[in-house]
């Protein structure tokens, strides 16, 4: 996996866009942007889940990639786990009975487990799609837009799907963040459309 197979996201400076898309190309606009406004304080958002994404910025440019994923061969001592294929150890708390019927499974409690998630990813229903993609664009809003006139009346119109409604509220808001918004909000509207 190489930083440009990393998720999307989008940075802004306060209400401005720094740049939107694959991870690695945001960091390095980002970066950009610090070695020329070191006391800056940007937010940098993953556009599926709306959560902070924390980049460590000391260094150069390809210091700053090297640290987007963790390194491929390390002279640290492993634990559980398979560190090379992505694979890391957690702790899980079961009853007894599940444990039981996991460890019964082919392959033991580990590989079951990652075959129920796998499958439940890839059988995830519409309306868990369509919550993930309100709770994204919830998240960006709150984050980026909470101090704008008009966010609490958009957030609710998010929420019921309203686009006529939150485009009424969001209409004042600084470019950039309007058209973030609005295109996380479209992408949470036809998510909620296909859950029926």
Not at 93 to 102: A, Q
Not at 183 to 195: C, E, G, V
Request: overall charge positive; aromatic content about 6%.
């Amino acid at each position: 996996m190489s930083p440009h197979d990393l998720p999307t996201c989008t940075a802004f400076d306060g209400h401005a866009l720094i740049a939107s898309g694959p991870l690695a190309d945001v960091a390095l606009a980002v970066k950009r942007l610090l070695d020329r406004h070191p006391a800056r304080t940007p937010t940098i958002l993953d556009d599926g889940t709306g959560q902070p994404v924390e980049i460590d910025f000391r260094g150069s440019a390809d210091e700053v990639l090297g640290r987007l994923q963790p390194p491929a061969d390390s002279d640290a001592p492993r634990g559980a786990g398979r560190p090379r294929l992505g694979v890391v150890a957690r702790e899980v708390t079961l009853l007894p009975r599940h444990w039981y019927w996991l460890n019964s499974q082919p392959g033991g409690a580990s590989v079951t487990l990652r075959k129920l998630v796998e499958d439940a990813r890839r059988n995830g229903s519409a309306k868990d799609r369509a919550r993930l993609a309100g709770e994204a664009a919830d998240r960006f809003m709150s984050v980026v837009a909470g101090d704008l006139a008009g966010y609490e009346e958009a957030s609710r119109a998010l929420w019921r799907g309203d686009r006529d409604a939150f485009n009424r509220h969001t209409r004042g808001w600084p470019k950039d963040v309007r058209e973030h918004a609005r295109r996380l909000a479209a992408i949470a509207r036809d998510a909620q459309a296909d859950a029926g």
